[in-house]
Nanobody
Framework: QVQLVESGGGLVQAGGSLRLSCAAS????????MGWFRQAPGKEREFVAA????????YYAQSVKGRFTISRDNAKNTVYLQMDSLKPEDTAVYYC????????????WGQGTQVAVSS
């Protein structure tokens, strides 16, 4: 049974930082591309960032480029999202994802972790 468990969400002031973690189990982590999506209240779920299984290739939504950094530790079966210079519009539930490649459909979703940024 595949599990993606996010942690690290919370409330932070604008300009602050948070680091999200996603611990994966039940899948060959080192062969999966990993990513993050988010969904704000009343909005559709949107792509945030993705990283290839090697970690060599990363991709970001334009709205977070230069502020967020995705990384992975294959020895720990964990993917991270470092979020700096947070803005109120980053407020959302953040979901960890796993897929065969960074461009393929998402195969697995986590349950989500709430991030709230106050102005």
């Amino acid at each position: 049974q595949v599990q993606l468990v996010e942690s690290g969400g919370g409330l932070v002031q604008a300009g602050g930082s948070l680091r999200l973690s996603c611990a994966a189990s039940g899948l060959p982590f080192e062969t999966y591309a990993m990513g993050w999506f988010r969904q704000a209240p009343g909005k559709e779920r949107e792509f945030v960032a993705a990283i290839s299984w090697t970690g060599f290739n990363t991709y970001y939504a334009q709205s977070v480029k230069g502020r967020f950094t995705i990384s992975r530790d294959n020895a720990k079966n964990t993917v991270y999202l470092q979020m700096d210079s947070l803005k109120p519009e980053d407020t959302a539930v953040y979901y960890c994802t796993a897929g065969e490649t960074v461009t393929s459909s998402v195969a697995f979703w986590g349950q989500g972790t709430q991030v709230a940024v106050s102005s």
